[in-house]
């Protein structure tokens, strides 16, 4: 019996160790992501011609999407806490359930109307036939936020 347990904790450990586990891995991953967005904005660039005015306004708007979607990220993840404790609790009335799920439902939203707005506004910066040209190329973007979801 010791050995099964053993070998599972082994097992277990190895796992999470392999899979990077913790904050570490989460900061790999981040860093990855903006090593690809940078790669992603200069094949936009090059493929469609982007300005330097253009790559820069398009940097500004991925910046201060960012520090949007990361506020809502959080407020997400706090709601959707809640409302899994709220859930586990034995004395919760189904009124405060579904108005917590509904919050939760809510932020998920608010965060799809940002990644949408965040593409318009990209739209916007460029010419007529730099939109005719992109539908040619896959550059909608999968924001960070859509993949840690």
């Known amino acids: ?13 190895s796992l ?3 899979s990077g586990g913790g904050k570490h891995g989460k900061r790999k991953m981040h860093k990855k992501m903006r090593k690809h967005k940078k790669q992603k904005l200069g094949k936009m660039k090059e493929r469609l011609g982007l ?5 820069a306004k ?4 991925r910046e201060s999407h960012r520090t949007q979607m990361k506020s809502l990220r959080e407020q997400k993840r706090a709601a959707k806490k809640q409302f899994k404790e709220a859930m586990k609790s034995s004395n919760q ?3 405060q359930l579904r108005s917590l799920f509904n919050v939760v439902q809510n ?5 799809a109307n940002a990644r949408f707005e965040k593409r318009l506004a990209v739209r916007s910066i460029l010419t007529p036939d ?7 190329f896959d550059f909608d973007e999968k924001d ?3 993949e840690q979801e």
């Open 1 to 13: 019996m010791k050995t099964i347990l053993l070998t599972l904790l082994f097992a277990i450990s």
């Open 16 to 18: 999470t160790i392999a």
């Open 51 to 55: 300005s330097e005015d253009q790559t």
């Open 58 to 61: 398009i940097k500004s708007i």
């Open 93 to 95: 009335n189904p009124e």
């Open 107 to 111: 932020k998920k939203s608010q965060l």
């Open 130 to 136: 730099q939109l005719a040209k992109r539908k040619n």
């Open 144 to 146: 960070e936020s859509e």
